[in-house]
């Protein structure tokens, strides 16, 4: 009897199965966390951050429970803990960038009330014919492309609203439908490497090189950051792309699928006036985002409300309210205030500060300048995987960086660069923006992205190593 409890227990069904058991992991984090002794180099709340910050990873990883749950309960643990009030546990919430995501999920339900998805998926079926495997290669290179000149977030948005045309066509149900794997986890991944091509690229790009121009004075052209940026996206994209699909294994696409999307395609016939003006707004923020590079009086946020806020207006009518937040993953935004809140508590307590310090003193900088480039990358692209604060860990990184290589006579655009290109996002736990907002879809989880994203996260850092402090030099930079 007692071994038949035992085994219950541990069962799928039991308590002790993997979401039981993620529970078990991260209490026991923040046990070990309240016992350690703080030191001089960190305090005792640093310790509990760094708790609760592998107390929610623990959860998420193991899918305890729902991923906004996870995020809020983080929270309200940091403070039962110590580790934060509750002003500052809470106060990723107040960050811009919150309300600019909710704001672009107008894009995506705007897109679906109109044939222009359609259109576009029966004019890519011209060129990839009926292979799924095709059709993730072209949604790749047009997510990469349009974040090239666009932030990263609202680029992963728009084609994943095209996205849903192929999958709905298709009944690609989400959890089940490894197509629906592909597509999700492959387009916020091609929108973070079209990002590294210009500096308009990601609002990380332009604070790294702000933060360049500040140490030192020196300055990137836009020409020169394309010249070292795109080639990097040239070859990423392509390997990312055969990673993704041979290790997920996208279903073919049906011909019933195929010859429903192209009918319904034919007819859709000539715009219509509603469509003509939904087309407008849809073109007019991405516009907007790209000139808000030379104008700052268009910030993003302030640009995706703004027209959020058009689209309600009496005669315009664009969207209804029902129609925009049923588009709007609620549960993704709060997961996404609380790695920002976590990220806040992070930085407030030092924390970040003593990894660095701790990373920095370990002798890496012995080791030769390549061997030296490609272990901080690796252990950057790690600490941002699981603490997503892009402008803190630039802030940290990149003076310590500077000054490592002006001592072997490198230049100071080459760990500018690297580091710019490593916190626009990373391809192993969907837990920065740009993955956040396909993961609240529910075709994938925690593990199918870390599965799919391993090989792609390692192209791209070896790649960025490799080519940047060569390309670079090649330009005088």
């Not at 999958?167 to 629906?180: E, F, I, T, V, Y």
């Not at 080639?231 to 993704?244: F, K, Q, R, T």
């Not at 580091?419 to 192993?428: D, K, Q, S, T």
Request: hydrophobic residues 60%; aromatic residues 10%; glycine residues 10%.
């Amino acid at each position: 009897m007692a071994q038949e409890a035992l085994v219950k227990f541990f069962s799928k069904e039991g308590f002790l199965n993997k979401k039981g058991l993620g529970l078990v992991l991260g209490l026991a984090v923040l046990i070990i966390a309240s016992f350690m002794p703080e030191t001089a180099d960190i305090t005792h709340q640093g310790i509990m951050v760094i708790g609760v910050l592998l107390f929610a990873v623990c959860l998420w990883v193991c899918g305890t429970f729902p991923v906004g749950v996870t995020g809020i309960l983080a929270l309200v643990m940091a403070v039962v803990v110590g580790a934060a009030d509750y002003k500052m546990a809470f106060g990723g919430f107040s960050a811009s960038v919150v309300f600019y995501v909710i704001a672009i999920f107008s894009l995506p339900a705007l897109l679906a009330k109109t044939q222009w998805g359609v259109r576009l998926v029966a004019r890519l079926f011209k060129l990839t014919g009926d292979s799924s495997s095709k059709l993730i290669l072209a949604f790749m290179i047009g997510a990469g492309l349009i974040s090239t000149v666009m932030s990263d977030v609202p680029a992963a948005v728009l084609f994943m609203g095209i996205a849903y045309v192929v999958l709905r066509a298709a009944d690609c149900q989400p959890g089940k439908s490894n197509l629906g794997k592909c597509m999700m986890i492959a387009i916020p991944i091609a929108a973070v490497i079209g990002g590294v091509v210009t500096p308009a690229g990601s609002s990380f790009n332009v604070l790294a090189m702000g933060l360049l121009q500040q140490a030192t004075g020196q300055t990137i052209s836009f020409l020169d950051w394309i010249l070292v940026g795109l080639p990097i996206a040239v070859m990423c994209i392509p390997l990312c792309w055969i990673s993704i699909v041979k290790i997920l294994k996208p279903e073919p696409l049906e011909k019933v699928a195929f010859d429903a999307l192209r009918e319904k395609a034919a007819e859709a016939g000539k715009p219509t006036t509603y469509e003509i003006r939904a087309l407008v707004m849809i073109l007019a923020l991405p516009v907007l985002w790209i000139l808000g590079s030379w104008f700052p009086i268009l910030n993003v946020t302030t640009v995706a409300i703004i027209g959020l806020a058009i689209m309600f207006i009496p005669g315009v009518n664009l969207l209804t309210w029902d129609e925009f937040s049923k588009a709007v993953p609620w549960t993704i935004i709060l997961m996404m205030g609380s790695v920002l809140s976590i990220g806040g508590m992070f930085s407030a307590s030092g924390a970040d500060k003593f990894i660095t310090n701790l990373f920095m003193s370990s002798g890496v900088t012995s080791l030769d300048f390549t061997l030296f480039l490609l272990v901080t990358v690796i252990f950057v692209y790690l600490l941002h995987t699981i603490a997503p604060v892009g402008a803190a860990i630039l802030s940290l990184f990149l003076p310590i960086l500077i000054g490592v290589c002006a001592a072997v006579g490198v230049s100071a655009a080459v760990p500018t660069m690297l580091l710019a290109f490593i916190v626009a996002g990373n391809f192993l736990l969907p837990v920065n923006p740009t993955l956040i907002v396909t993961y609240g879809e529910g075709y994938y989880t925690f593990g199918d992205m870390f599965k799919a994203g391993v090989i792609p996260a390692i192209i791209f850092c070896v790649t960025m190593v490799l080519w940047v402090p060569f390309m670079c030099g090649v330009l005088g930079l």
